[in-house]
């Protein structure tokens, strides 16, 4: 299945003093793209009442100067499944050229705190789609 692709044009207030991105509107963009591209597979987080999606771990590496104004195509990919948590990978498209990439990991977990098994529709929704 071709990668999940979202598109976003850079807002002024995600601008810093040099007039680029800041640094965490890329992440904001990924997280965009992400919740998107679960709602095209038919689930969304609130579809899992008593689970939390916390991000255990987020990268990003920067490629190219993007600025105000910039369309950008967030592609998105499922890297990993496993029991517990997700890795999603990112791309930042400008102008068909790599911008940014990076990925999200994402632990499932309880109410008690403690990880737990991913629900089974979202688990289902991931795997039709996992490289």
Do not use: W
């Not at 850079?10 to 992400?34: C, K, N, Q, W």
């Not at 990978?89 to 737990?116: M, T, W, Y």
Request: aromatic share 10%; net charge neutral.
């Amino acid at each position: 299945m071709p990668k999940f692709t979202h598109r976003v044009r850079v807002a002024f207030p995600d601008t810093d003093a040099s007039g680029r991105i800041h640094f965490t509107a890329m992440l904001r963009y990924f997280e965009a793209a992400e919740i998107e591209f679960l709602r095209s597979l038919g689930y969304r987080y609130r579809d899992a009442p008593g689970v939390g999606f916390p991000r255990v771990r987020v990268e990003c590496e920067y490629r190219s100067a993007v600025v105000f104004d910039d369309e950008l195509d967030i592609a998105v990919s499922v890297k990993r499944e496993g029991t517990s948590s997700y890795t999603l990978e990112f791309e930042a498209l400008k102008d068909g050229v790599v911008a940014a990439n990076g990925s999200i990991v994402v632990v499932c977990v309880g109410r008690p705190g403690r990880a737990q098994a991913i629900p089974e529709a979202l688990k289902d929704a991931l795997r039709g789609v996992a490289e």
